[in-house]
């Protein structure tokens, strides 16, 4: 009787050299939930999703933790957690300094999948944590948080293609709350110009594989997630969105052989969001956190007797002497870990709690990236977003934003020729190891 064989990521060697093997399409909507994805198919606002469900296999997916972009692309690509890939979030502080700034491609110090042996020639197109591009096998555009398009496109030959459709990275997000009008405008100018690009590149090379990330779903959720629920125009535009993203997935769709892959995948799920809590402000509160208060705050601000300190969205670093210059805590402090997870357990606003729960970095990460993990992790309470601000005006901030990343309810849907075991609870984890038994099949 056939068995189904597991595979990883080091296994792309064996079947990336396949005879007859058709082509892998990885295709994703950041920020699509599993719920909205079946509520849009089945209204008829997304048919060509609608059709792909019934052909395929379609569960629901848990994010990275914490449930960022950043964090989540990365291990799904690499098929390993941050422990292995080093990204944390989409900021990051190096080792003996207190340098902010954001990850990017050089953060990321495991190979993704179209690096590995076997996956090329490969068209990547807008999967974050990518800026600058990296040399491939292929051609790369790289997505948020790109500022520079001439250094997110490899190779360099390959820049007159995006310039010339208009290619931009991402939406002006402000232009969510300064021109409504203009940010779906633009919305749809993005996801026309990445579409146009894409058709003009497709019969350039050979591809062996084409990931294509679509992230104006994100941003509209996060600006206008209340609306998806509300009669009106603004609702009309939201599902307007909506449905070019479907088409757009049905121009893929269509282009494809029978002998093909396709996975279909989401970052994270969504969902209203309520407040918005300060967490350096508690820390502040509570003594854990002392800053020099000048007109300008950043980490290196942080005072020797600080204890320990955030960063989004609730990652919590202990202030410890062989990391941070000034640091004075000592690595894995029992003791303060047990204080501070007591300090945000009992934490109330208005009498709800602002945590779901506390996890432990030592017991979410492992890899030689591990020592760089944060201490805890905070999991907001359903409603809750958390800020890493370091300079506060008070416990809440005001904010534009309306919709907030789930943990849950991410999307993973794949269409095989081969039949497919899912683990019972997909995680972003698990999509490399299934793509590659999705190309693999049932081994004799």
Not at 115 to 140: C, F, I, K, R
Not at 253 to 278: I, M, T, Y
Not at 396 to 421: M, Q, W
Request: net charge negative; hydrophobic share 40%.
């Amino acid at each position: 009787m056939p068995t189904r064989k597991k595979l990883w990521p080091s296994d792309c060697v064996i079947w990336g050299t396949c005879k007859g093997m058709g082509r892998t399409v990885f295709f994703g909507i950041d920020g699509l939930s599993h719920t909205m994805w079946r509520d849009l198919a089945d209204s008829g606002v997304m048919p060509q999703s609608a059709q792909l469900i019934k052909e395929s296999q379609l569960v629901p997916m848990r994010s990275a933790i914490p449930e960022v972009s950043s964090v989540a692309w990365t291990s799904m690509v690499t098929g390993r957690n941050p422990g292995g890939h080093n990204v944390f979030g989409f900021t990051d502080i190096p080792d003996n300094s207190y340098t902010l700034a954001f990850t990017s491609a050089r953060t990321v110090k495991a190979p993704p999948f179209w690096q590995m042996e076997g996956w090329g020639p490969s068209l990547v197109m807008n999967v974050p944590q990518t800026y600058p591009a990296q040399p491939l096998d292929g051609t790369l555009v790289a997505g948020y948080v790109a500022l520079d398009l001439a250094k997110a496109v490899y190779p360099a030959a390959r820049l007159p293609v995006f310039e010339e459709v208009g290619y931009d990275i991402d939406v002006e997000m402000a232009l969510a709350w300064t021109s409504p009008d203009r940010f779906f405008a633009e919305l749809t100018r993005i996801l026309e110009a990445r579409s146009a690009a894409l058709d003009i590149l497709w019969s350039q090379a050979e591809w062996q594989t084409i990931a294509f990330i679509i992230t104006g779903t994100d941003r509209l959720n996060h600006y206008f997630l209340d609306h998806y629920e509300q009669e009106g125009a603004l609702r009309e535009r939201f599902l307007d969105f909506y449905s070019s993203v479907d088409a757009a997935l049905g121009d893929m769709v269509a282009r494809l052989a029978d002998d093909d892959v396709l996975v279909v995948v989401s970052d994270h799920g969504f969902e209203l969001q309520e407040k918005v809590v300060n967490v350096n402000h508690v820390l502040k509160e509570a003594g854990l956190l002392v800053l020099d208060d000048g007109p300008r705050v950043t980490p290196a601000s942080m005072q020797p007797e600080s204890k320990v300190f955030a960063m989004d969205p609730g990652r919590l670093y202990l202030h410890r002497s062989d990391r941070y210059p000034k640091g004075q805590v000592g690595p894995g402090d029992e003791s303060l870990l047990a204080k501070i997870s007591e300090l945000f357990t009992g934490f109330r606003h208005e009498g709800k709690p602002i945590v779901e729960r506390i996890e432990l970095g030592k017991d979410l990460y492992d890899g030689p990236f591990s020592y760089r993990a944060p201490e805890l992790v905070l999991m907001p309470a359903q409603g809750v977003s958390f800020s890493g601000r370091l300079k506060s005006d008070g416990l809440l901030e005001d904010s534009y934003i309306v919709g907030k990343h789930t943990l849950e309810d991410a999307v993973f849907l794949c269409r095989s020729p081969n039949a497919v075991d899912l683990p019972e609870a997909m995680t972003v984890f698990d999509v490399l190891p299934a793509m590659n038994a999705a190309r693999e099949g049932i081994v004799e």
